[in-house]
């Protein structure tokens, strides 16, 4: 028997029962061909309501087959043997049900689906009950004083009673499970039997035409970019119209077009006049005076878009090829790199200079270390602040005559890394770039020709050094660049890179953070190139 139907059957026979329908529930459980012992249990608590003893024994008798560990199962048929004078088997059912209670004060079989509390006391209760068939008095009143000892809600001064019934040796009635109160299957289960709808309403996810609530199915066809266009053979059936006139949008809903446009109608239906259209990629209501039938036939051989609105096609870009990388024998040729960044860019970030008017950092219009002495000579301390932005950012103070190499070394006592590994840059007026400090061209120079104002910011890099390998010159990247192959160079927007080699018209070879590889030269610019370094690392 299939569990959803034995599930069904039980549902009905306690619905049954809740409507005191005794022969209707009996009929429903006789249905069930493989009952449980809980199911078993309802059948005979069904026979108890109508005064069949025998067979309410007999279904407790096969609950308790199918669970014997199942004390109100005991509880329930030592009450039905008392009824029936067997008074041997019914004191055994109290010793298996308290037994079974496993020394617990009470059972809850709410979980089970039975709204109903088991006390120990009750137990113990019937089995004083049973003494008093007996006419075993002075054992029942034993039983009676253990039971008034245990603890448990539900009993009131019911045990007051049957003490002063005992000592006037009157039989105690015995206590069963009350009428209508059996196990019933769990309210999930009983909700799962109601027939689902698991895949719904079709609903429209993408579509071709703007807010589209069409919930159909439809053969499928070809796609193609832009709206859907069915085809026809001339004029009279096509969905496309003309607009005779200009309209002006004059409420909610409706759409401003010019005259002598395409549209396309979205549907038949016409709401005081107007109809909905599909014009540029929105949809709205025009009216219907103003709109003819359009000619869509166009020339064999002819295959451009021939209607602007809708969706508009996707662009025709190609990424840049991969170079093959040239042997190391062979250096690739130089070649010019623009002058200037792309305009989005210039306009977005840098100010373009101009390559007839220098940066004026001072009035004066002497070299920048004249006029850095200078400054130097007016300020009333002699040493610098440092801002070194490494992982993190640190300060140091220093003298102005401090040279780069020293500089170096103090720095990189500072971060505790070794100074040969450590990278110095700076940033001029008005650039991005972040340009080595010191090297063979300078090594003679101080702090004082980067200082301004008593302070210096210097950039810091951990990066091993460049053996043999010249730098051309720099660059600052556009865009992020994530690395396509292992010989690829990954940076990040902003960052500056070393170039190292011009592969072709379209790649690169460059030098950033300690890594060496090829990238797109569209993805940087050169900031300035009449500005080269061949400084060596």
């Known amino acids: 028997m299939l569990y959803t139907e034995l599930l069904r059957l039980w549902n009905e026979a306690v ?70 004078d067997r008074l041997e088997d019914a004191l055994s059912d109290c010793i298996w049900a308290q037994k079974h209670m496993r020394g617990n004060m009470v059972i809850d079989y709410r979980q089970l689906g039975l709204r109903y509390k088991l006390y120990s006391w009750q137990v113990l209760y019937n089995a004083a009950a049973v003494y008093c068939r007996m006419g075993q008095w002075d054992q029942a009143r034993e039983v009676l004083l253990s039971a008034s000892q245990e603890r448990g809600g539900g009993r009131g001064g019911q045990m007051e009673l049957a003490l ?98 395409m549209v396309f109608i979205f549907n038949e239906e016409d709401r005081d006049g107007m109809v909905s259209v599909i014009y540029d990629g929105q949809r709205g209501l025009l009216p219907v005076s103003l709109l003819e039938p359009a000619d869509v036939k166009t020339s064999k051989g002819k295959k451009e878009n021939r209607f602007p609105s809708g969706i ?128 063979v061209e300078e090594a003679g120079g101080t702090l004082m020709e980067v200082a301004e104002a008593g302070r210096a910011t210097l950039w810091c890099q951990t990066e091993e050094p460049l053996h043999n390998r010249a730098i051309l010159y720099h660059m600052v990247a556009l865009y992020d660049y994530a690395a396509q192959g292992p010989e690829d160079l990954e940076f990040s927007e902003g960052d500056t890179i070393d170039i190292l080699g011009e592969v072709n018209e379209e790649w690169l070879e460059g030098h950033c953070a300690g890594n060496i590889g090829i990238f797109p030269s569209c993805f940087a610019y050169r900031e300035n190139p009449n500005i080269t370094e061949s400084s060596q690392l």
Do not use: C
């Open 15 to 84: 619905r049954a029962v809740d409507a005191r329908d005794w022969q209707g529930a009996l009929a429903t459980l006789d249905q069930i061909t493989e009952p449980t012992s809980r199911i078993l249990f309802v059948t005979a608590s069904t026979h108890l309501a109508l005064g069949q003893l025998d067979h309410a024994l007999q279904a407790l008798d096969q609950t308790i087959a199918k669970d014997e560990r199942l004390a109100v199962g005991f509880f329930q048929r030592s009450a039905v043997l008392m009824q029936l």
């Open 164 to 261: 002063d019934s005992v000592l006037r040796e009157e039989v105690l009635a015995p206590l069963l499970v009350p009428e209508g109160e059996v196990f019933r299957p769990r309210k999930q289960d009983v909700e799962q039997l109601q027939q689902r709808d698991f895949l719904g309403k079709a609903k429209v996810i993408s579509s071709m035409i703007p807010n589209d609530d069409f919930g159909g199915f439809e053969p499928l066809r070809m796609q193609k970019p832009g709206f859907y266009e069915p085809k026809v053979e001339g004029a009279q059936n096509s969905r496309y119209m003309r607009v005779k006139v200009p309209y002006m949008s004059r409420g909610p809903g409706q759409l401003t077009v010019p005259g002598g446009v």
């Open 312 to 439: 508009p096609l996707p662009p025709g870009l190609k990424p840049p090829t991969r170079p093959e990388m040239p042997s190391p024998a062979a250096p690739p040729p130089a070649r010019a790199v623009a002058d200037t960044p792309p305009p989005s860019y210039i306009n977005a970030t840098l100010p373009p200079l101009l390559a007839t008017e220098p940066p004026k950092y001072t009035a004066n219009a002497s070299s920048p270390r004249k006029q850095l002495a200078g400054a130097v000579q007016g300020a009333e301390a002699s040493s610098v602040v440092v801002k070194v932005h490494y992982r993190y950012t640190v300060a140091l103070s220093v003298p102005l005559d401090t040279t780069y190499s020293e500089l170096q070394e103090r720095i990189a006592h500072k971060l505790g890394q070794p100074a040969a590994q450590l990278r110095l840059r700076q940033k001029q007026h008005g650039s991005q770039v972040l340009r080595p400090l010191g090297g």
